[in-house]
C-alpha cells in the first residue's frame, strides 16, 4: 500500500517520516505521486514572528482529519535549540493526532525512535534535572509510554556510577575486537559472507591483518598514555577459532592492550558448538573475566528451525563446562519473537535460563532485517499479530528475572524490532558489564579493531563523537587495512 506523503517546506519530510511509519507499517511512504495512494498526509508549516503554525491533513481509510498545532516561540530567532524543540513539538503533535485517527498506540516509546533512548535521560541528569521529574518529561514531552518512562529512568540511574567524568574520559578507552566468522548462519542474521567453508584460506589472511591492526594501534595507544578498560572480543563467533589461533589472538590483546586499568575482558563464545574444554581452559588462563554462551532460546524444534547447529543439551553442557573451567562471568543472549515461538515457548526457556543462573542476561527482540532468511517468510500479516504475544514474552521474561534478583543495567533498540520493544541486558548485582555500558552510553571512545568493528572517537568536552566503521566482509577488511589504520591514527592523536 502506499501513503503520498507532502510537506511544505518539502525538508519536513526527513523529520516526521520516522513518525507517520510508525501508523503505517509495512506501506511505502513516496513524497512523488506515482500512482492512486490509498492514503495521503499533508502538512504546511508557517514560521511568523513569535509563532510557528502548522496545519495537518490526515485522509486515509479511516476519513479525513485536519487539525492545527500553534507554537509560541516568544518572538525569538530560531536558533538550534529552539528549532529543535519546535520540531520535537511538531513531531508529538503528529504522533497523537495519529494515534486518535488510527485508533492505535504507534510505539512505547513515542516519537523518542533512536537507537539509545536512555542518552536523553542522561543528558537531562547532567543538567540537574530530578529522577521523578525526568521520568514526567518523557511521558510529556516525547509521548513515552509510563512503564517505559519509568524503565529508561531506572537504567539511567543505575549506569550512572559507571560513566565516565570529563577529566577521565580522555585517558581511558573501550577496545572492541570483531572476528567475523560462524560455523553457520541462523535464519535471522542479513550477513552472508563468514559461514566458515574453507578455514585456512578464509580465516589465514584475516588473522594476519588483524595482528598487524592490533600491534600498530596497540603501540600507539601506549605511546599516547591512554589505556583499556574494558575489551571485547565479539563477531560473528570468535570461538570458531582454532585453539592456536585463538591462544595468538588473547596473546596479542594481553601484549599491547591489558594494563592494570583494564576491569573486564568479554569474548563472545555465543555457539555452544564451538566450546571445549580446552578453549575455556585456555580463555581462564588468558584472563578472560566473562564469556557469552548464546542459546537464544531453550527449545529444540526453535534452534533447528533458525539454523542453529547445536542442541539444548550442547548449550547445557558448555555451561557446565564454563562453571568447572573457573569462568564465573557468564552472559547468556535470548530472543523474543522466533518463530514458533509463544509464551509457552517463552516460559521453557525463562524457567531453564532462572536454574542455570548465569551472571548475565540478554533479551533481544527479534529484529526482522532485509537479507535474512527469516525476512522472506516472516510475512508483515503474521508480523503484526504477533506483536501484543512479543511484548507479553518481554514482559514475563522481565517478572522472571527480576523476582530472581536480576536488574536491568542496560538498554538499546534497532530498526524492524518486533512491537517496537527494546534490548534488555539484565545482571545480578555486582556483575554489570562494563563494556556494554560504555559503548551504548558513548561516554568513552570506543577502539574497534577487525572486520564489522565500529569505532567511536568521543570528544569530552561535550560528549560529540565521530565513527569509523570496518568493513565486514573479511576480504575487504584485509585489503582496506592501511585506510582504516592511517585513519584511526590521526583520530586517537586528536583525542589527547
Known amino acids: 500500500m502506499i501513503l503520498w506523503m507532502q510537506t511544505e517546506p518539502p525538508t519536513m519530510v526527513t523529520w516526521l517520516h520516522d513518525v507517520v511509519r510508525l501508523f503505517y507499517r509495512g506501506w511505502r511512504i513516496e513524497t512523488e505521486r506515482t500512482g492512486e495512494p490509498e492514503a ?24 479525513t482529519a485536519k487539525e492545527t498545532v500553534i507554537l509560541d516561540t516568544g518572538g525569538e530567532p530560531a536558533g538550534r535549540e529552539l528549532e529543535g524543540s519546535i520540531r520535537r513539538q511538531i513531531r508529538l503533535f503528529l504522533y497523537r493526532l495519529l494515534a486518535r485517527h488510527t485508533g492505535r498506540e504507534g510505539n512505547p516509546y513515542g516519537i523518542l525512535t533512536g537507537v539509545r533512548p536512555t542518552k536523553l535521560v542522561h543528558r537531562w541528569l547532567d543538567e540537574g534535572v530530578l529522577v521523578e521529574t525526568v521520568t514526567e518529561r518523557l511521558k510529556n514531552e516525547y509521548g513515552i509510554r509510563p512503564d517505559k518512562a519509568q524503565l529508561l529512568t531506572e537504567i539511567a540511574v543505575r549506569e550512572r556510577p559507571y560513566l565516565e567524568k570529563k577529566e577521565t574520559a580522555a585517558c581511558r578507552f573501550s577496545l572492541y575486537i570483531g572476528i567475523p566468522f560462524c560455523p553457520s548462519r541462523c535464519s ?25 591492526e592490533i600491534e600498530i594501534l596497540g603501540e600507539l595507544t601506549k605511546s599516547l598514555g591512554i589505556k583499556a578498560q574494558s575489551v571485547y572480543v565479539g563477531g560473528g563467533t570468535p570461538t570458531v577459532l582454532t585453539c592456536s589461533d585463538l591462544e595468538r589472538l588473547l596473546g596479542w590483546i594481553n601484549c599491547y592492550f591489558v594494563t592494570a586499568q583494564t576491569r573486564e575482558i568479554t569474548v563472545e563464545a555465543g555457539r555452544p558448538d564451538t566450546l571445549n574444554v580446552e578453549k575455556l581452559r ?10 557469552c554462551v548464546n542459546p537464544q532460546t531453550i527449545n529444540q524444534s526453535t534452534l533447528v528451525s ?14 557446565e563446562l564454563a562453571r568447572q573451567e573457573g569462568l564465573r562471568q557468564v552472559n547468556m543472549d535470548l530472543i523474543v519473537g522466533l518463530p514458533g515461538e509463544g509464551l509457552k515457548e517463552y516460559a521453557n526457556t525463562a524457567r531453564v535460563i532462572q536454574q542455570l543462573r548465569p551472571e548475565n542476561v540478554t533479551v ?8 535474512s532468511a527469516i525476512a522472506e517468510v516472516y510475512e508483515k500479516a503474521s508480523f503484526e499479530d504477533k506483536m501484543e504475544q512479543v511484548e507479553r514474552g518481554i514482559e514475563m521474561f522481565r517478572d ?25 541486558g539484565y545482571s545480578l548485582p555486582g556483575h554489570y558489564c562494563l563494556y556494554n555500558i560504555q ?7 570506543v577502539l574497534g579493531l577487525g572486520a564489522g568493528a565500529a569505532s567511536k572517537f568521543v570528544n569530552p568536552a561535550d560528549w560529540s563523537l565521530t565513527s569509523l566503521y570496518n568493513p565486514k566482509n573479511p576480504i575487504s577488511y584485509v585489503e582496506s587495512l592501511p585506510r582504516l589504520i592511517r585513519t584511526k591514527v590521526d583520530k586517537l592523536g586528536g583525542l589527547t
Open 439 to 445: 559503548m551504548i552510553e558513548e561516554r568513552q571512545t
Open 364 to 371: 533481544h527482540v527479534l529484529a526482522v532485517k532485509r537479507g
Open 400 to 424: 522472571y528475572l527480576v523476582k530472581a534478583g536480576y536488574e536491568p543495567y542496560y538498554l538499546y533498540r534497532q530498526r524492524y524490532m518486533a512491537a517496537d520493544m527494546e534490548n534488555i
Open 40 to 63: 495521503r498526509i499533508d502538512a504546511v508549516r508557517r514560521d511568523a514572528s513569535g509563532s510557528v503554525q502548522v496545519e495537518f491533513v490526515v485522509q486515509d481509510r479511516n476519513g
Open 306 to 319: 533458525i539454523g542453529r547447529n547445536h542442541s539444548v543439551h550442547e548449550v547445557l553442557e558448555a555451561f
Open 188 to 212: 535471522y542474521c542479513s550477513f552472508l559472507g563468514a559461514v566458515v567453508s574453507d578455514y585456512p584460506r578464509q580465516v589465514g589472511p584475516f588473522m594476519e591483518a588483524l595482528g598487524k
Open 282 to 291: 585456555l580463555l581462564r588462563e588468558a584472563g578472560v573475566t566473562r564469556i
